[in-house]
């Protein structure tokens, strides 16, 4: 297992993050993603640890608080030491039936981290993210009631989760400029079968040395090789009841076939190829992966160890490309003589 710096911190994770949707499986879709167990948990979480993950993400809303309580019980149960493990959890879901019972407004915040703590049976969380875009509440607000939490000692790192590049630019300059916490991650889907991201917030990761931490990185298990365009997968699998994120088909499944080729010719699984694509990208942080069967964490957890030669990483570079869209094309007409190394002295 490999560790890497969590954006701009002095704090290394590992390069795989275990999730934690399937824990509890408490209605909803909560059900479809996941039913583990306390039994089961223990488990999973003792098996990330003895492969070196130190990075575990959860959320309060996973099975409405019954994820965090089943990884708090966990970490008790199998004697972890605080310091050997990292813990981020995430505040923004619907808690409740109030109107304050969501969102990322100070009073949400304050009352989330707390029984968040509670849940985990912790002192501190190492990385607290806002878990989605508020259209409602200021920056500003969100900003300092973070920056109180990591003051008083319950938070040590901050981060966001599914905002827009231009907000997260905002957030950083409203910090910047008030002394504030910045965010030191961005966690937001990303697969070979969905690069938007590298539209516009990657190059602001870049510039602004905000760590990246990638969910879904099999398209909700699109991109396991038990899909293609003539099955829907294992019965009761989760995409086939939760088709969820969104993906282009058709570009899916021409990756597909490429990734199926690359796996064969390292005899392995096809999602350990998906995985190792996510992974070898400069501007990727750690992989979050969500199991439901330790055979399913074993095998993702391989990902770490299979390395993609430069050819095979340029063929699925150039399967998976995204359409031109603008501004990008005019960037590239316009500014292609201004990247280093490309300005030739004539005569």
Known sequence: MRYRRLGHTGLYVSEICLGTMTFGGEGGIWSAIGDLGQKAVDEMVGRALAAGVNFIDTADVYSFGLSEKLLGQALKNLGVKRSDVVIATKVFGDMGRGPNDKGASRGHIMDGVKASLERLQLD?????????????????????????????????????????????????????????????????????????????LVPLLQDQGVGLMVWSP???????????????????????????????????????????????AHDTSVARVALAWVLAKP???????????????DD??????????????????????????????????????RVPGAFVKKG
């Open 300 to 337: 993702n957890l391989a990902a770490a160890e299979l390395t993609l030669t430069a050819d095979e990483i340029a063929a699925l570079d150039k399967v998976s490309a995204l359409p031109p869209e603008y501004p990008g094309w005019m960037f590239e007409r316009q500014g292609g003589a």
């Open 283 to 297: 501007f990727v942080t750690s992989v979050i992966i969500g199991a439901r069967s330790i055979e399913q964490l």
């Open 218 to 264: 099999l398209a909700g298990g699109l991109l396991s090789g038990k899909f293609g365009p003539d099955t829907n997968g294992p019965q009761g699998s989760r995409r086939a009841t939760f088709d969820f994120p969104p993906v282009n088909r058709d570009r899916a499944w021409a990756c597909l076939d490429v990734m199926r080729l690359i796996a064969e």
């Open 124 to 200: 501190h969380i190492d990385l607290y993210q806002i878990h989605g875009n508020d259209p409602i509440t200021p920056v500003d607000e969100t900003m300092r009631a973070l920056d109180d939490l990591v003051s008083e000692g319950l938070v040590r790192y901050i981060g966001c989760s599914n905002w827009a590049a231009w907000k997260i630019m905002k957030a950083q300059g409203i910090a910047d400029a008030r002394g504030l916490s910045r965010f030191a991650t961005l966690q937001a889907y990303y697969s070979i079968a969905g690069r938007d991201l590298e539209r516009e």
